[in-house]
């Protein structure tokens, strides 16, 4: 008899068994970006690579470069926290057309 | 890019925008690092993160029910303990998994001792299921299950001091935090994860949706609670009591006034009519709640 503990995902139809997702960060597939209203843009000339917007960025779409912040527009929901916080108001929001 | 800044929480997870859920368990998993076993309960946060097939964890993940992720916590820590592994087990709860459904569970495993962290994502309401009151809605609070009208003034009872329970336990650390601070934060996670035994982290995490304040505000408003000394970031080491530390002082304390006007939840004391007994009351219960913590 099979080990019903084993680590095997097995595939009944179209779920797995247990709905185990063995994919670590699949939701990557899913594109947030596109319930965005506002679109923050980061002005290269104001920002001091402090790393604000990437701390308390919840959706983690802005990511530490060796310069300025770059925005990931895929997954970016438009929240503004950025803008908001930026410490030398670096990031505008700019309404989605 | 360096090991460490590999983010554990993906995006693409379908949290709302803005959501103080999101930052703080994001900031907490990545203080927590890769080696980490996440157990969660039910709630906004599982609901988001994990949609079949879709998952944002990049660390193992499990979802039990809504009152047991602390027990399912304890059980992953003791066949750990039986395996010889060193790994970090982590319980995330809502407030609806911990104030309320998850309390018993969860004074279980603080009582047996299990080297788990619990962390309480505290957004003051059942936000999954429509905003519906629970024990963590302050005083004053409209939800759509404590409306206000001309016999209400929404939610009647102060706010379950959960973290003061925990504490009671006498368990090697309990803190309080929010993501607006969230070096102070982040610290604490490392330090309950790096203790002998159960830890306990209650976090507010303002939420846009339920509380009725614009998505960028999210961060602001977590910073005015502490400001005005709604919510006290401190800690417990060692379940001595006596020895509180609040780890961060409002300089000078603001009105609780600056805190309740920017949420929506909090409108019917200002408009039509001020109801100045009710933000009287509030101010007073925030006061007696501060000079008790010994903050000015």
Redesign the interface.
């Known amino acids: 008899m099979k080990n019903p503990f084993s680590h095997e995902v097995k595939i009944v139809g179209k ?2 068994v247990g ?1 185990r ?1 063995t ?10 970006g596109s ?2 209203s506002y679109k923050p843009i980061i002005d290269k000339e104001k920002c001091k690579k402090c790393g604000i917007c990437v ?7 802005i990511k ?1 470069t060796e310069d300025i912040p770059v925005i ?1 527009y ?2 970016c ?5 950025c ?3 930026c410490p030398s108001h670096a990031i505008i ?1 700019k309404p989605e057309v | 890019m360096k090991e460490e800044e590999v983010e554990l929480l993906a995006p693409g997870h379908k949290m709302c925008s803005g959501c103080g859920v999101a930052l703080s368990t994001r900031l907490c998993i990545n203080a927590a690092g890769k080696n980490t076993i996440v157990a969660a309960s039910t709630g906004c946060l599982e609901v988001t993160t994990s949609m079949y097939p879709q998952t944002a964890w990049r660390v193992p993940y499990i979802h039990g029910a809504f009152e047991n992720a602390a027990s399912v916590a304890s059980g992953i820590e003791a066949a750990l303990k039986k395996l010889g592994k060193k790994c970090n087990v982590l319980a995330i709860g809502g407030d609806g998994g911990t104030f309320d459904i998850g309390l018993q569970a969860l004074s279980g495993m603080f009582e047996r001792g299990h080297k788990v962290t619990f962390v309480c994502n505290d957004n003051e309401a059942y936000m999954n299921t429509g905003i519906q009151r629970c024990s963590a809605t302050p005083y004053g609070a409209w939800t759509t299950t404590s409306p206000f009208g001309k016999y209400s003034i929404g939610e009647s009872r102060p706010k379950k001091p959960i973290a003061m329970i925990a504490a009671a336990h006498c368990i090697p650390y309990v803190a309080t935090a929010t993501p607006a601070y969230f070096a102070d934060y982040q610290k604490k996670v490392k330090k309950a994860l790096s203790v002998d035994g159960p830890a306990f982290i209650h976090v507010l995490t303002p939420c846009p949706s339920g509380w009725r304040f614009p998505p960028e505000k999210m961060v602001e408003i977590s910073r005015l609670a502490v400001q005005t000394g709604v919510f006290l970031p401190w800690e417990v080491e060692n379940g001595e009591v006596e020895n509180l530390r609040i780890t961060v002082k409002p300089a000078k304390r603001k009105s609780v006034e600056e805190y309740l006007k920017v949420q929506g939840r909090f409108t019917h004391l200002f408009k039509p009519e001020r109801r100045q007994d009710v933000i009287d009351k509030i101010q007073k219960m925030v006061d007696e709640k501060c000079k008790r913590f010994g903050v000015e």
């Open positions: 779920i797995t709905a997702i994919q670590p960060g699949n939701s990557m597939e899913y594109k947030t319930w965005r701390t308390y960025c919840p959706d983690a779409s530490r990931d895929d997954y929901k438009g929240c503004g926290i803008a908001i916080e929001m």
